[in-house]
């Protein structure tokens, strides 16, 4: 179907932002600049209840609650970015609107990024928020966006092998298999926001030397995905991602 109007418009705006692109810069430029990009982006941040910055299990967190918390459910978010850029800052637009929105208290995650900290850093840092909010007795929702739904399908492996299921995964646009030779890779290259060459960068930042079919790198590879949480999965035509995300 035609590119929607409404993203064709917002591609524009952030092709006059004037940003590099990502792999021809180092990641702190990078970092810099979606931070930098981030009001533009998603405009005036909507008023919660309360924000508070603090730490869960020694990981950074950013709270959101939409009304005093009285065991309201959890949302454990984990931020997008290719697990290099990316903060609880870029994402407070949208976990404010997800608070909001399904009544529950969002836990933003400040997970460890590379290639300062390599996989499994940020995995393991947001496991173990996740493995504390699931040992809390109510109920919980993993989440992110993009390399965010990468680390929450991860997560959600975690916490099957450890007998506390999530209530849903919520994986929109999720980093799912290191394979670049998918239709939606060849179709989608260039020109939609996200690119394969920046795909490339990320990836190489994340892994290191690790292997990129080892299972919580690539959860589509995993030996199953049987008795896993219930998943919300959200692609995007236009995307280098789509297919793996459909094959998920």
């Not at 009285?70 to 903060?87: C, D, E, N, Q």
């Amino acid at each position: 179907m035609p590119l929607d109007p409404q993203a064709e418009a917002h591609l524009a705006g952030v092709a006059g932002l004037g940003l590099p692109a990502i792999e021809q810069v180092s990641p702190e430029a990078a970092r810099a600049a979606a931070e930098a990009a981030t009001p533009d982006l998603y405009g005036p941040a909507e008023p919660v209840t309360s924000v508070a910055d603090t730490e869960v299990a020694g990981v950074p967190v950013r709270v959101y609650d939409p009304e005093p918390d009285a065991g309201l459910p959890l949302v454990v978010w984990m931020h997008g970015g290719g697990w290099v850029v990316g903060s609880r800052a870029t994402c407070d637009g949208p976990c404010r609107a997800m608070a909001n929105r399904t009544r529950a208290r969002v836990l933003s995650v400040e997970y460890r990024r590379a290639p300062e900290h390599r996989f499994p850093a940020a995995l393991d840092d947001c496991w173990a928020v996740a493995r504390w909010a699931l040992e809390q007795g109510r109920p919980v929702a993993v989440g992110g966006d993009s390399a965010g739904g990468n680390l929450a399908a991860v997560v959600a492996l975690r916490a099957r092998a450890a007998g506390l299921l999530p209530a849903l995964q919520v994986l929109v646009y999720p980093v799912i298999d290191h394979d670049f030779g998918t239709p939606s890779y060849a179709r989608n290259a260039l020109g939609y926001g996200l690119t394969a060459a920046a795909m490339r960068w990320y990836w190489d930042h994340y892994l290191g030397s690790a292997p990129g079919h080892h299972p919580e790198a690539s959860p589509l590879r995993a030996e199953s995905l049987a008795g896993l949480a219930p998943a919300l999965m959200v692609v995007c035509e236009y995307d280098p991602l789509r297919d793996e995300g459909v094959a998920y």
